[in-house]
């Protein structure tokens, strides 16, 4: 018996199969993705392309395997309410009271609400005269939107001025790795993606959010030990170029202290590829609130009647209606 055409019919299913898997599910999954408006009220799309030389920045991180040893993917377990008072009222001690009535509703389990460590009065201030400084803050947390919503209105009851924030919540957030949890639209203008699998170093996702100076970068690739202790990342100094100062020392030569500093009469200056990947690590950022990954972002109150208490409380509530799924 001829099995030639069962061996053929075999692997070509097995082939297509596969390419389906691999390329055609992804193409349609992420392939046609757009840029996207952020949450909150804000005029703008997400995201924008990288600046020139941050574009440049990316071959220099691929070239240089530092996805080997950093990842881009910020991971999110789940997101939580927060009970912000951004506003103590004119009435102060019913605000007080209220706070006082809601983090009792929670001890007693009437309420899914958890007091935050800003909820607590002190020996000597058990009036609350404390209790209610350094606002915007939170005091209270939930994983239940109607719950929230509900505190939101009892605290906007005493002439106070409360909105429900989104949380994010997961270990990486918790490391103060992103705001949020990375989607596709995160890497829309990035070729080649670069997530990582590994985290040898941290996570880079938000890198430019916490460390935004580029003359940081720079001095941790020339010297990773000196900037953060105990690091055994190393050093990138092919990147930069020692040369003979001239009269004025270059704007760009690194300021190097002690054993790292170069003879007499010379300087360290960065190559365009430094500047290039310091560029890059400053451009990423996971802190836009999107509709897949929510979050609440506070912002000065603008001068018009959109931005009264009840626009922006109806705002939050419809943005609390639909959590980011867990990761």
């Not at 691929?62 to 103590?88: E, F, K, M, P, W």
């Not at 639209?185 to 996702?205: C, I, K, N, T, Y």
Request: charged share 15%.
């Amino acid at each position: 018996m001829n099995y030639g055409p069962l061996v053929f019919l075999a692997a070509f299913f097995a082939l297509a199969s596969s390419w389906c898997g691999f390329v055609l599910t992804p193409q349609l999954q992420i392939g046609r993705l757009q840029q996207t408006n952020m949450l909150g009220g804000v005029a703008m799309s997400y995201p924008v392309a990288r600046p020139g030389l941050a574009q440049q920045g990316l071959e220099v991180y691929r070239a240089n395997g530092c996805a080997y040893c950093h990842s881009q993917q910020v991971g999110q377990s789940g997101t939580v309410v927060d009970i912000t008072l951004t506003d103590a009222g004119t009435n102060q001690a019913a605000t007080v009271a209220a706070l006082l009535n809601l983090a009792n509703a929670s001890a007693n389990q009437t309420t899914v609400l958890t007091p935050l460590p800003a909820l607590k009065l002190g020996d000597s201030d058990s009036a609350g005269t404390n209790l209610l400084s350094g606002l915007p803050k939170a005091f209270l947390r939930s994983s239940s939107p109607k719950d929230a919503n509900a505190a939101v209105k009892a605290l906007n009851a005493t002439s106070a001025k409360a909105q429900a924030w989104i949380v994010p919540v997961g270990p990486d957030l918790a490391r103060g790795w992103g705001r949020r949890r990375t989607v596709a639209e995160d890497f829309l203008f990035d070729s080649l993606v670069m997530p990582g699998s590994q985290r040898v170093g941290p996570d880079l996702a938000d890198v430019g959010t916490r460390l935004p100076d580029a003359n940081w970068h720079l001095l941790h690739l020339y010297a990773p030990q000196f900037q953060v202790k105990g690091s055994i990342m190393p050093p990138y100094r092919f990147l930069f170029e020692p040369r003979k100062a001239g009269r004025r020392p270059s704007p760009d030569a690194l300021v190097l202290p002690g054993d790292l500093a170069p003879p007499k009469g010379y300087e360290v200056v960065p190559t365009q590829a430094a500047k290039a990947l310091a560029a890059y690590l400053i451009s990423l950022h996971a802190d836009a609130p999107l509709f897949v990954a929510p979050l609440t972002v506070a912002s000065a109150p603008a001068a018009s009647p959109t931005n009264s208490p009840a626009a922006s409380e109806t705002t939050t509530t419809n943005a609390v209606a639909a959590p980011a799924p867990a990761k």
